[in-house]
Structure formats: structure tokens, C-alpha cells
């Protein structure tokens, strides 16, 4: 029954009030018992119970709920770093996929790696976001396309979770391109994804979530909803990539089958979010994408005063954000989608895990949840995003147990 | 006389040619002797009389040469986390400085701040940059403006020079703002600066350069004019921040007090573009502060394209950057910008020395110069900057000496 004190400012981040309220609590303590936080508050009011029990020391800094990472491609073959080069030249993601780059080139490498080459490389990654206090990751396949590789990144995942401490959501998304070999058949490959891999996926349990990329050159509106609907007819709850490029009605559509969470929304209708709004579909806001793509970002503002909940992610992937660093997209979240931080923080953590749909268990920091947090060497949230440093998390808790210690804050 | 093997792309990152000729050398070997460069080739080509000679393995990575921050503004007192906060929000910079924030609520806080504070401070950035590869730093006063305040940055940072590895450059920038004291009589300013600061700091030894904000809100054409011109009587050398918000043919004045370098330029015209390649000018450009402040990227494609020398740099201020990592920094070259990562590289070495003055002794690895290097577990700069991470720095070197080893890369 181990007791955090000494905590400077504890965010809670309870689900409800406002995106901006974090239901902060200052000078504060926090226990847990076995993976389960057991008391929460002003470090005055500790429970006497617990003051004979061992005692870590947050050195008067910000503790958070663990972040919860809720956009991910995680396992993948190879990189891209030469279309890095020449997006930074002026080439489009468009012109580059044209010519045989973009999501195709991956699901090539893909296919070419092992079942332990993708298991290692995604190992590394979890580490690598565990150290920034990330503690739950959603991972999308849609690198293999056909049968094998798909289920090979899920059985990745699934082996993730159990080999390792970061808590793994698995997501579907087999339609993320229409593979070459079905370049004259889209229908058969809609068919194949709705009448094999799902029913194949979900009887086998291999994924949480069915996703969809809605987009000129991905699939369409009435393909998007016939997988998402066939998803959830087997159990698999719909995601959406919505209005990244252009607007297609990503935002309504989302909204119409009931989707957790639509992600991108950079040129969502009005219409769009307030259709989100009634449906309860949380905004997944990805502004690296945005920047690395060179595009304007998703303006936070606009769905926040809809009340819509937005939450803030990496899409870690080797094309259009080859970067994992939550915390950093949480600073973009500010400058570029007009965030405050405290919304940034909400948007990492509750929302994200609502995402998820595990706003039951993760997200934040409450009585009778797991106790996954993170120590932040800041004064507050504000100064956390504000003060960007390489990684200012000091230490990681998932399920109450340590995962990771800084020896240095830089 | 140690000698560095096994390097699998080493950046020499030679002056001459183009932005993008980074003369670079695969499976290269790097030897030194006390502080300086003594050889530097293909390992296969490694003189006889270096094979006796202690070896340290780069482990077939990117070694490049120590990275240059040439433009921060080190020294400062307090931080402004709720001006990020507001700007988030929605409030613009000039309303932000306006209402009291700003540069001058930074110039209370470091007058209020002592010497031995503004040391360690600056002390324990400088340690966090060695470790992301930089080897030299700029850093500019400016935040005190008063002859004491002025001075005690300026002395901060020559005793930084004397006390940690880190090579410290100094620039005077009495030229931020009119401080209040000032407020009624901008000409007492400009007389303070020009006929009592700029004297004593040459006198006293304590800057090489010289730096003037030309700004809306800041100083006028004619009064940078002015503060440059007399700083390079007395031997300081002219800087100039040109054109950042607004244009006010910044550039120009800058080629015409032949200055160094000019700094941001996000709206420079045509004509200065020009006018700067033909005085060669160094254009640094600082993605960080258009990103923190929601404004467009400088383009680096029309100066390069202008045969202009671009350098990149963080702008490290407590205002508009608090972010001191300048592989961001590069990145975000790339991304917003419109740089190559050679180029990126190229300008956060060779060209941010000539932006400080100082390519002849450090910015590239060749006979000669100072060992100052950097390993970075990347296969080349397209995979370094394109695959962000918190920190992919695996050791730095300072004058041949070792200054950082990583435990971890993460």
C-alpha cells in the first residue's frame, strides 16, 4: 500500500466539468493498493491508515495520470526517411504515394518483415514512450493489408500486452489503402475485409476497434461505413481517419455509425461537429501529422466550444509523423490547434482513454483506478508544455509498479 | 592521439559547395590530437602511425561535427509559461506585450534575479545542450538593459566560457527594447547604449558582437543603424533581428552595416534577399519561435535558392521559444522551412559558425579544427531528422574531449 507524497500539483483529470478543468488538487498524496489507486487528496487529509506505509517522494513536482497514447501505427516494417527529404523539397504526400511511396512502400516492408523483427522494433518504441509516462498504447495494423500480415501486426499486439507493461489496445485497419493486388477488385477487397478479416479478427479476439481511412485514394464514404457497421455487427467498436486532406463528411459519418472516435478532422464541416457532439464521438486531434505533412492543423477551438471532447495524439507511423513524443504533440496542441494546456493534458489522458473506450479504467486519477501515473519535472501543466525539454518525465507507475526512473531530467 | 572508427556516415560539413554538400564520408574513421582534428578520411585509408592509438567505435552511426546554437538568449530571469497559456487562447504577442508580458516582464524578472542565479540557470541549459550534440552556444544580454543588469549577463557569461566545456560566444543586445525607465526619451536610450554600454562592454572585453531588434515596438531603421554602426567602431561585430513580424526591410540594413548575420526574417523582401547574398550575410532562421508564436515559417527555399547561407538556430528565450533542442529545431527546418536535412545540418554547423564568426576554428570536421563532435544513433541526417526523438545524441566531444556518453538512447 505504497503512498505518493509530496506531490506539488496532482491532475487529476476527472471526465467531467469542462476540457480546461483538471480537478487539480496542490500539495497532494496519492495510494494505491496491489494496481489500484486507493485514496486521492490534499496530502493534509491523508487517512491515518496510511501513514505507516512506504512513502515515495514527488519532490513538490506535477504528477499526472498515465498518458494514454490513442493513435498509433506502431508495428511496421522499415522507414521512410527519404520522403521526408522530398516533402521537405516540395513534393505532396500525394505526388509521393502516386510514385509508389506513402503507405504502399510500408505495407511492402511490412510484409517482408518477421513476426519477431515487428515484435522488437515495437518493443523498443513502448520503452522509448513509457520513459515519457505514456502507459497505454493503441496500435492500428493496416501495414499488411493481406490476411497474414494483418494478422500478424495483431498477434503482435496481443503479444505486446502480455510480454510487456504498457497496456495495449488493438484496432483493425485493414482498410487503410486498397492493396496492389486488389487495385482492379475494390469491391472484392471490401468483401475480403468484411466477409474474411473481420469476422476472422474478431472470432479470434485479436482487436478492440475496427478503423477506416476515409479519403480520396483510400476507401469512400459508403465502403468506410459498410466495414465500420460489419465491425460492430461482430463486436469490434468503429473508428474513423475523417477529413484529413479534404472534406468528405469524415465528421458525420463518424457520427452516423456511432464511432468512438473520429481522428484528423482538419477540414471537418460545421455540420460535422455538431454531429460529433450529439453522438458523443471524441476528436482525436493529430497536430505532428499536420506538421510534418506541412498542413494547416485541426482547430481545437472551434470543436471545444461545441463542446466536443478532443483528445491529442502522436499517429506515430513511418510516414507522416515518424515520431512518438506525446508530450511534444501536446506543445503543438497549444501552438498549432489552439489549446491550453490543461486541454492538452485532458486530451492525453481522460479523452485519450475515452478513445479508447477505457475511460473506466485509465485516464485518470481516482479512486478504484489503475494506478498508472507519471512524475513530470514541472510546477504545473503550464510549465510542463510550455518549457519543452527532450523528456521531463522523472518516473512511470503502471498498475502501481515502477516502469521507469530518470537517473537525469535534461 | 585517440582515434574515432567505425563511423558509418560522417557530415565533414565543409564550407564550400552547396547548402546541401554535406562532403560526407561513409565508413570514415576521425583522429585527433589534444583539441584539434589531425585527420579525417576513409577508414580504409587510415595512416599507419593512428593504428597503435586508442580507438573509440562509433558503432557504424552518424558522427557530425559539434552542433552551433547560434542565436539564444541564454541569461534570463523567471519564465512566461502564462503567456503561452494566453497565446494558446488566442492572444497575439503584441497584445501579450502590451499588457505588461513580454521581453519586459522577463527584463523585472533578471534585474530582480543575482549573478550566481542567472549562472546556474544558464548553467544547467548549457549541460542539457551538450547532451542533444551542441558544442558551441551564442548567448545574447538584452534582458537587462540597465548598465548592471547588462553587464552582470554579459559577466555571467564569461564565466560560463571559464567554468563549463560548452564554447560561449557573447552578443550585447542592449537594442531589445526601451526599457520604462526610458519610455518618454527613446533618443536617451539610444545615447545610453551608443555612448556609454557599447564602450564598456568593448572595453571590458565582455561581447563580440553587437545586436539591434528592428521591430514595430522594438527600434527603428535609422536607431539600429545607429547602434550597429557604433558597436563595430568599437569593434563589435554588427547582428541584426530583421523582419521577423513585420518588414521593415531588415535584411537591407543588414547587408548595408555588413552585418554577420540577420536573424528571422520571416518577411524579408526580395530586394534584401539580395542585398544579402551579395554582402554574405548569414540568414538564421528560427522555426521555433514562428511555431510558439502561430506565425509562418521563414522559407528557406528562395534564400538558398538566392544562393543566401542559411543557418538554424532555436531562439532559446524565455518568451517565444522556451525550447533549447535544436534537432527540433532542424526538424522543424525540414518540415516548415522547406530545408533538406542536409541542409538542416549544414546550417546548424558550418554556416551557424560563420553566423557567430567562427568557421575557421569549429562547425566542420577537417584538419585543424576543433574535435568538437557529436555521434547520433542515426544512419544519416535524413534518418536523424526524420525519425524524432527526445534526445538520438550518443556522445559529444568538446576540444577532443569527451563530454556526454549516453547510458540509453531513447
Not at 94 to 106: D, L
Not at 247 to 256: D, H, I, M, T
Not at 384 to 389: A, E, K, P, T, V
Request: negative net charge.
Amino acid at each position: 500500500m505504497p503512498v505518493l507524497t509530496n506531490i506539488g500539483y496532482l491532475a487529476t483529470c476527472r471526465g467531467n466539468g469542462s476540457q480546461s478543468d483538471l480537478h487539480e488538487i496542490r500539495d497532494a498524496a496519492l495510494a494505491w493498493v496491489d494496481d489500484q489507486i486507493s485514496w486521492v487528496g490534499p496530502q493534509s487529509s491523508l487517512p491515518l491508515e496510511f501513514s505507516t506505509e512506504p512513502t515515495i517522494d514527488a519532490g513538490g513536482r506535477l504528477v499526472i495520470p498515465g498518458l494514454v497514447e490513442c493513435h498509433t501505427h506502431l508495428a511496421f516494417g522499415g522507414w521512410r526517411a527519404d520522403e521526408f527529404e522530398m516533402r521537405s523539397l516540395g513534393k505532396s504526400y500525394s505526388e509521393i504515394a502516386r510514385a509508389g511511396g506513402g503507405i504502399r512502400k510500408t505495407v511492402r516492408q511490412t510484409r517482408q518483415a518477421s513476426k519477431s523483427e515487428l515484435l522488437e522494433k515495437s518493443r523498443s518504441h513502448l520503452e522509448a514512450m513509457r520513459r515519457l509516462g505514456i502507459t497505454t498504447v493503441e496500435g492500428k495494423s493496416g501495414y499488411g493489408l493481406d490476411r497474414e500480415t494483418e494478422l500478424r501486426i495483431l498477434e503482435v499486439y496481443r503479444e505486446l500486452e502480455e510480454t510487456q507493461p504498457v497496456r495495449i489496445v488493438s484496432t483493425y485497419l485493414g482498410a487503410h489503402v486498397v492493396p496492389d493486388e486488389f487495385k482492379a477488385d475494390r469491391k472484392g477487397y471490401v468483401d475480403f475485409i468484411c466477409q474474411e478479416m473481420i469476422p476472422t479478427v474478431a472470432e479470434r479476439g485479436l482487436a478492440d476497434f475496427c478503423d477506416a481511412f476515409l479519403e480520396e485514394g483510400a476507401f469512400g464514404r459508403e465502403e468506410c461505413r459498410e466495414i465500420l457497421e460489419t465491425g460492430r455487427a461482430y463486436g469490434l467498436k468503429p473508428k474513423l481517419h475523417a477529413d484529413q486532406l479534404s472534406c468528405l463528411q469524415g465528421a458525420e459519418l463518424a457520427a452516423e455509425v456511432g464511432a468512438v472516435s473520429a481522428d484528423h478532422l482538419e477540414h471537418a464541416s460545421e455540420a460535422g461537429v455538431q454531429a460529433m457532439r450529439e453522438a458523443d464521438v471524441v476528436a482525436v486531434l493529430l497536430p505532428l501529422a499536420s506538421l510534418y505533412l506541412g498542413q494547416p492543423a485541426a482547430n481545437a477551438r472551434r470543436l471545444i466550444d461545441s463542446e466536443v471532447k478532443v483528445a491529442v495524439s502522436t499517429d506515430f507511423n513511418p510516414g507522416s509523423s515518424p515520431n512518438f513524443h506525446l508530450p511534444l504533440a501536446m506543445t503543438l496542441a497549444c501552438s498549432l490547434c489552439r489549446m491550453s494546456p490543461a486541454e492538452a493534458l485532458k486530451g492525453a489522458t481522460i479523452y485519450a482513454a475515452q478513445a479508447v473506450d477505457l475511460q473506466g479504467q485509465v485516464g485518470s486519477l481516482e479512486e478504484g483506478k489503475a494506478a498508472d501515473f507519471a512524475i513530470i519535472d514541472a510546477e504545473d501543466p503550464n510549465d510542463w508544455l510550455y518549457r519543452f525539454r527532450p523528456n521531463a518525465c522523472v518516473a512511470t507507475f503502471i498498475g502501481g509498479e515502477s516502469v521507469f526512473t530518470a537517473d537525469e531530467v535534461i
